[in-house]
T-cell receptor
Framework: EAQVTQNPRYLITVTGKKLTVTCSQN?????MSWYRQDPGLGLRQIYY???????DKGDVPEGYKVSRKEKRNFPLILESPSPNQTSLYFC????????????????FGPGTRLLVL | AQSVTQLDSHVSVSEGTPVLLRCNYS??????LFWYVQHPNKGLQLLLK??????LVKGINGFEAEFKKSETSFHLTKPSAHMSDAAEYFC???????FGKGTLLTVNP
């Protein structure tokens, strides 16, 4: 089954304790991205990756890191989480970046709900 | 620069009545436009997409949207709302992926 998986689905942590949220897709997609969703703000892109070893900042990258060492995986790293990073996080993938239609046809993971105390 | 504006943060309709969710965009490029739906506690699902092949686009679950370049709009409609349509809906414009802030649709029995 074609899908995007995220782990963990729920996470409670404390300020400053490094954490990683994993994201994996099995569709051989080139483009992957991370979003956070906050009430009243919609989805905001954190980082995106156009292919292996190619990543770039989205609209709200501060406090986050990513890496793309393999095509299927795109982990999100919070080196020193803070309470303002409490949010619902979504990973998404799409076939390619070169076509607007294909780039916008995104497959979303189920979400990771993070609470930073 | 590009942006997308969903004109209503919340729309409430009665079951069986029409649905209209409004979206306006601005883009320096010929845009690709999308609507996504998010049901409670679920991820986002693609509802429909505008690919420039036809200005009226049909999606899943009876939804459709019409691209109007002169009005820079891409409003989402459905002739008759169903209880299962209650969800949050996001309009998206691509070149750089930009999401609207969402419209929460509630359907009253």
């Amino acid at each position: 089954e074609a899908q995007v998986t995220q782990n963990p689905r729920y996470l409670i942590t404390v300020t400053g304790k490094k954490l990683t949220v994993t994201c994996s897709q099995n569709m051989n997609h080139e483009y992957m991205s991370w979003y956070r969703q906050d009430p009243g703000l919609g989805l905001r892109q954190i980082y995106y990756s156009m292919n292996v070893e190619v990543t770039d900042k989205g609209d709200v990258p501060e406090g986050y890191k990513v890496s793309r060492k393999e095509k299927r995986n795109f982990p999100l790293i919070l080196e020193s989480p803070s309470p303002n990073q409490t949010s619902l996080y979504f990973c998404a993938s799409s076939p390619t970046w070169t076509s607007g239609v294909q780039a916008g046809t995104q497959y979303f993971g189920p979400g990771t709900r993070l609470l930073v105390l | 620069a590009q942006s997308v504006t969903q004109l209503d943060s919340h729309v409430s309709v009665s079951e069986g009545t029409p649905v209209l969710l409004r979206c306006n965009y601005s883009s320096s490029y010929s845009p690709s436009l999308f609507w996504y739906v998010q049901h409670p506690n679920k991820g986002l699902q693609l509802l429909l997409k505008y690919t420039s092949a036809a200005t009226l686009v049909k999606g899943i679950n009876g939804f459709e949207a019409e691209f109007k370049k002169s009005e820079t709009s891409f409003h989402l409609t459905k002739p008759s709302a169903h209880m299962s349509d209650a969800a949050e809906y996001f309009c998206v414009v691509v070149y750089k992926l930009t999401f609207g802030k969402g419209t929460l649709l509630t359907v009253n029995p």
